[in-house]
Structures are given as structure tokens and as C-alpha cells.
């Protein structure tokens, strides 16, 4: 099995990524992008989508630009991550433009590839599993570490998610998916 772009990938986001901490966790942020590569691989073993999975948050979360993931990685891959990149609303905070950001991301979702829909679905697992995680710990809390804190927003979110990668069904990470959104709300 040549590996070769994912492990190039990895290696890029390890260095996009290094010294970063995951929202309030404790440990690096790299953790994320390699659960969400682990997560994918359940699902294919197209070593692009792969590396789209290590790469989705460099370009929504570090100085990577899209031409630099062009560059290197080329058209699909970059193609990936930038589907998988939360849209910008000049002039709105992250706070102010999260309703939208997020209607937007399920809008774009319910109509994407199943490719797309992989990473995203590997992300989206990653970030729910975490959720669950700190709710078991810290209970209605966890809603503090985000800038909206309301968990029926969220809520709104996920099940948002979970419709609009439904085609995904009847896959280990899909269930779990649901799974983990119906422990979580």
C-alpha cells in the first residue's frame, strides 16, 4: 500500500498544527486531525481522503492556505479540505456568524460527495466523541468552552449534521455518530 501523501500529510499537519492545544483539553491539537484519519480509514482506504482527514482544520485554524494545500498536495485534496472549511462572514465575529456558518456547512453537506461527507463525517465524529467526553465529566459545563453556549444550538447543529450525512448510514462511524448525539442531547 503506497502511503506516501498520507504520510506527508501528517507530517504537514503536525508542523501546521505544533504547539496548538485543543479547545480547553490539555493536550496537542494534532490529536484531533489523527482521530478523524483513524475515523475515515473505517470507511475507505483512499489514501486522499485520508490526508484530507489530516488536513481538514489547517486552513480554518492555521496560516495554511488553501494555495499552500494545492501546491502540495494538489486539486482533490485541497478541494476536500476546503469543503470540509467553515465559510468566512466578513464584518462577524465567530460568536455572530456561527448560526450561520453552521446553516451553511449542513446546506452545503446535504448536497456534497460521499467523499466530502467522509472527512466530514471523520471530523464531526472526533468533535461529538470529545463533546461526550467532557460532558461526562463536567456535565452542562462543557457548553462553556464554546463561543455559543447554548446546548440546543448545538444540539440543532448535530442533528443538522447527522441529516445531512445520512447516506452514510449503516456505516460503524455513522452509527456511532448517532449514538453519541442521542447520549450527548
Known amino acids: 500500500m503506497d502511503t506516501s501523501i498520507l504520510d ?10 505544533q504547539g496548538a492545544e485543543r479547545k480547553g483539553k490539555g493536550y496537542p491539537y494534532i490529536v484531533h486531525p489523527m482521530e478523524a484519519v483513524s475515523i475515515a480509514a473505517t ?23 488553501l494555495k499552500d494545500i494545492e501546491r502540495e498536495f494538489g486539486k482533490r485534496i485541497a478541494g476536500l479540505v476546503e ?11 465567530r460568536q455572530d456568524s456561527w448560526r450561520l456558518r453552521k446553516e451553511e456547512a449542513i446546506e452545503r453537506l446535504s448536497s456534497a460527495s460521499n467523499e466530502v461527507k467522509i472527512v466530514a463525517l471523520a471530523d464531526k465524529l ?5 463533546i461526550y467526553r467532557d460532558y461526562q465529566a463536567i ?6 468552552l ?6 440546543a444550538s448545538h444540539e440543532w447543529h448535530f442533528r443538522g449534521l447527522a441529516r445531512a450525512l445520512a447516506n452514510l448510514k449503516g456505516t460503524f462511524a455513522y ?9 450527548v442531547f
Not at 83 to 93: P, R, T
Not at 139 to 144: F, I, T
Not at 146 to 151: L, R, T
Open 43 to 65: 470507511m475507505t482506504n483512499d489514501q486522499e481522503l485520508l490526508a484530507a482527514a489530516a488536513l481538514h482544520d489547517t486552513v480554518e485554524d492555521t496560516e495554511v492556505t
Open 126 to 130: 472526533s468533535n461529538i466523541r470529545a
Open 83 to 93: 469543503a470540509e472549511s467553515d465559510i468566512v462572514f466578513e464584518g462577524k465575529s
Open 146 to 151: 464554546f463561543c455559543v453556549k447554548d446546548a
Open 139 to 144: 456535565g452542562d459545563k462543557v457548553w462553556d
Open 175 to 183: 452509527d456511532e455518530f448517532i449514538e453519541t448525539i442521542d447520549k
Open 8 to 17: 506527508k500529510a501528517i507530517v504537514f499537519a503536525v508542523k501546521a498544527h
